[in-house]
């Protein structure tokens, strides 16, 4: 007996008029950016030259708007995920929103005191991290730090202030 071949189920061919009729549906129940409707469109096989007029029909009618989803975007992840500006920046790029809009919308967003949430990110993160020795969990919680997308010199002023704040000496073991 033969083995069944892995079918990959594809998505179905849309039209561009059934393309736009989807992403409506999708846009209205949540913040979709260009970048996010274009992928889609790719997936579902709008041809090339239609694409761009779904995507104007989609802005002109306020379904889409690459200002509010960064606005939305910044805010979700600043307060819940406690992001610092590089990684918030680097997201937004690979979600097709252009420079100027998320500059403009990280000015108006970062008027909280991106320190104290660093801060209380890398507290949290020392209570749960094991290393053998001071040196290596300084290491860890750095990494940790930068992987939030914080400025390397804010992550490493937080850590050096932890660590002293613990009298802990990066030379000295922790046991």
Not at 8 to 31: F, G, T
Not at 105 to 124: D, I, K, M, P, V
């Amino acid at each position: 007996m033969l083995p069944k071949a892995n079918k990959i189920k594809q998505p179905k061919q849309k039209s561009a008029d059934e393309a736009l009729q989807s992403l409506m549906r999708l846009c209205a129940r949540a913040e979709r950016s260009s970048g996010d409707a274009l992928r889609l469109m790719a997936r579902w096989g709008v041809p090339s030259t239609e694409r761009p007029k779904v995507l104007k029909r989609l802005i002109d009618e306020r379904f889409i708007d690459d200002r509010r989803y960064a606005d939305a975007f910044i805010r979700e992840k600043i307060n819940l995920s406690a992001w610092g500006e590089y990684k918030i920046k680097a997201t937004l790029r690979t979600k097709g929103i252009d420079e100027h809009t998320i500059s403009e919308a990280l000015s108006e967003a970062t008027s909280l005191n991106s320190t104290e949430r660093l801060n209380e990110r890398l507290q949290r993160k020392l209570r749960t991290t094991k290393a053998p020795t001071a040196y290596q969990l300084k290491a860890k919680l750095i990494r940790y730090g930068a992987s939030l997308g914080y400025p390397m010199d804010a992550v490493i002023e937080c850590v050096e202030s932890l660590m002293n704040d613990l009298n802990i000496d990066s030379e000295c073991d922790l046991d």
